[in-house]
């Protein structure tokens, strides 16, 4: 029986690569799939990982329909026996359930991969419906670590080096080190990966050295 799965983890935890290999995988031992993503790092209709492996892959605008897609595949001929899908946590709730009926009514597998919660430790819609819909859900074993050494669960956004809780819940940025000396007249965006207590008291790695890791005040008051 086909199934729905959900793969997260926060970033930097390898969601990418994994991907990756679940299409080549399948794709060795004959199967057919296709490949979704949507606000990739390395720009439109690519699925890449932070280890340097690309793939073509198919842009998911907030108007794209994967029943009708499918369908339209396979009316004209085409097989499909997977779907590969990135950067699932933007998708609108409207598109995971899509992707639960390709599962449920044409029998095919579907292999999501999202972050669950934005910078704001909120969950992402696509996110939401996919924990609320998915056959299996797994929790990615490859730990992305906080600047301090503790297992990171919060994904943080800074600009210009400050961390921020608040703005558009999709800009895209990487979680690569960027120098903010020279922003330029836009803020320079980037996201870093933090335990709950550094993501709480906004601690992020450019901070705790400019305090030179100075202990921090106790936390009451």
Excluded at 1 to 17: C, N, P, Q, V, Y
Excluded at 67 to 81: A, F, P, Q, S
Aim: glycine fraction near 8%; aromatic fraction near 8%; include cysteine.
């Amino acid at each position: 029986m086909a199934e729905l799965h959900f793969f997260t983890g926060t970033m930097d935890s390898g969601k990418s690569t994994l991907a990756l290999q679940t299409n080549h995988n399948h794709a060795v031992r004959g199967r057919s799939g296709r490949v979704f993503t949507v606000h990739d790092r390395a720009g439109e209709s690519v699925l890449s990982s932070r280890l340097g492996l690309t793939m073509d892959a198919i842009e998911v605008p907030e108007d794209f329909s994967f029943w009708r897609y499918v369908v339209d595949e396979l009316t004209h001929g085409g097989r499909i026996d997977y779907l590969i899908c990135d950067e699932a946590q933007f998708y609108t709730p409207d598109q995971i359930d899509e992707l639960a009926k390709v599962v449920d009514e044409l029998q095919i597998d579907v292999f999501a991969f999202g972050i669950l919660t934005d910078f704001r430790s909120r969950l992402f819609p696509g996110s939401a419906r996919l924990v609320e819909l998915a056959d299996r859900m797994e929790v990615l074993q490859v730990e992305a670590l906080c600047w301090c050494g503790k297992r990171a669960t919060h994904n943080a956004r800074t600009e210009d080096g400050v961390m921020v809780v608040e703005g558009e819940v999709i800009v895209v940025g990487d979680v690569d080190h960027h120098d903010a000396a020279d922003p330029g007249p836009a803020p320079e965006v980037a996201y870093e990966v933090l335990c709950r207590q550094h993501h709480r008291r906004r601690l992020t790695a450019a901070r705790a050295r400019a305090v030179s890791l100075a202990p921090e005040p106790l936390p009451f008051g």
